[in-house]
């Protein structure tokens, strides 16, 4: 468990990299963070994101991890979250996509049961939830980015499974804000751009998919606007994810253009490399609504760029 007063403010023994992350200036528009807050998730790709932005913007908050709370247990659940708490933050969730396919019970524990029972308790609290939904959520057939409201169609396990968790919080009457992302990728944790770098540097040739079409977010840079919404009070669904979308090839290419990386990138099929899970075609998320409050997150250059430059080995 992390516990950061606002006393206290930046803490720890390694501020000087924690503080990578940004500072979410305050606007005239924007009010404070509720404090304190509840960070569900903690050492997961996105919750260590938020962790870094709540103690660069000296945000008093508990950290848990999943060895401090699992969330598919609501007694559990119950037990941890207090009135208190002005606000929590979900970062958990069984992301293993293709697990997912042969442990159905498990991922919908997490990822259904989970944000039903945060939910619920927010909603006897009074608390605000803050929680992070996929583009996997849609079937992936469109011909246009995916606006908020457009109507769910889940196809995989995992996919239906996360599709639920973001109904049951509809559904509890809590107050809200259920972030959709994709394609997420940090300096750290287990996400496309660090196999990639892996890959690049270690192989002559690698083959990607060329026929899934998304946009690519940095999980500091999803945090930081996350955080932008929270200040503006925003409830609801949002779409946030990075600017541009191409395929898991286009990014792979882009991955080696940063690195000077002679390795021959192939472009291939979905069919051509066979998982477990069915992917979404074309789940690029539609970000009109996020520009229109925050002005959107950093280009993809400058994101790639930074979470190239701080990759932990
Ligand atoms: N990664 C992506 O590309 C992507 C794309 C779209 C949306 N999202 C969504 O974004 C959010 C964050 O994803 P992420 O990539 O940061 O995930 P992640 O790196 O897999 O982190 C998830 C965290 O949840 C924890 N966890 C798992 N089961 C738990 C339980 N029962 N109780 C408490 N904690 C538990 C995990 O702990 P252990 O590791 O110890 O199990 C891990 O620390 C999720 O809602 C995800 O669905 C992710």
Known sequence: MTVVSPISGISGDNTQQRCSAKKVEASLAFTEVPQPV???????????????LLVCNGIEHVSLGHGELDVARRDAV??????????VVNCTAWTDVDGAETNETSAFAVNADGPQFLAQRCRQLGVMLVHYSTDYVFRGDATRPYQEQDPVDPQGVYA????????????SGCRHLIIRISGLY?????????????LLQSKNHVRVVNDQRLRV???????????????LGIEGIVNLAGEGDRTWYEFACQIGRHLGSKC????????QYPVAAPRPAYSVLDLAKARSLIGGISSWQEQLASVLAQREE
């Open 217 to 231: 977010t940095s999980a500091t840079e999803a945090a930081a606007g996350s955080m932008g919404l929270v200040k």
């Open 186 to 198: 940090a300096p750290w944790g287990k996400n496309f751009m660090r196999t990639m770098v892996r």
């Open 160 to 171: 239906k499974s996360k599709a639920e968790g973001d109904q049951c919080i509809q559904d």
């Open 38 to 52: 509840l960070l569900l998730g903690s050492g997961g790709m996105l919750g260590r994101a938020w962790e870094e």
């Open 78 to 87: 119950d037990g941890a979250l207090h009135k208190s708490y002005r606000l």
């Open 264 to 271: 021959e990138i192939e472009p291939v099929r979905t069919d």
